[in-house]
Every structure is written in C-alpha cells, then in structure tokens.
C-alpha cells in the first residue's frame, strides 16, 4: 500500500478506483471510493470517502488480509483509533504543508 493521495495533480490513470460498498449503521449502503493509505504499528489503514458525496468526511478502516483477499474492518478499540486518528491529522497537514 501507498501513501498516495488521489487527486488532481496525480500522473497516473484513476479509471480504476477501488470502490467499496459500506452499510451504515442505519442499514444504508454508500458506494466508498479509496483515497488514501497509510501504516502505523505494522498495520494498514484506508481513508475512504462517498462517492456521491465528496464533501462529506472520510472513513478510516483498517486493512487485514483474509487469505490472498484484503478485508476493510472497523476500528473498535478507542486506543487504536486515537493512535490512527493523530497519524492521519499528522500526515494531512504535511500535505496541506505540501500543497
């Protein structure tokens, strides 16, 4: 996995986004599209956002391998989210740093 960001300025083709379809919790599915990855304590992360609403914030799962699949799951752990959430505010504003 990459820390990548997809945008504007890439050099590469996004025709094929990774889309995933996420139920909420009120049971409704939205059509998730990868953004972003990052690792921190040997484990990765995807930032995901709406497909059909961009503005909205993104969501960050952790990635396990289930066999030779990769699998998106939820954070649970009220430490390890913390921990993902300073590494992602970190890497954020270095690009924002960045431009």
């Known amino acids: 996995m990459s820390d990548h960001v997809h945008d504007e300025n890439c050099e590469h083709d996004h ?6 379809i996420v139920t909420d919790e009120d049971g ?18 995807a ?3 709406d497909r059909n609403d961009p503005e909205d914030d993104g ?5 396990e391998e289930e066999g030779e699949d990769e699998v ?3 954070i649970e752990d009220d430490q390890e989210w913390e921990t993902v959430m ?14």
């Open 72 to 74: 998106l799951v939820n």
């Open 86 to 99: 300073k590494v992602y505010e970190e890497l954020a504003a270095q690009e924002n740093e960045n431009g």
């Open 15 to 20: 025709d094929e986004e990774a889309v995933f």
């Open 28 to 45: 409704k599915e939205h059509e998730m599209v990868l953004v972003y990855t990052f690792e921190t304590n040997d484990r990765a992360y």
């Open 47 to 49: 930032v995901l956002l």
């Open 59 to 63: 969501v960050i799962f952790r990635v």
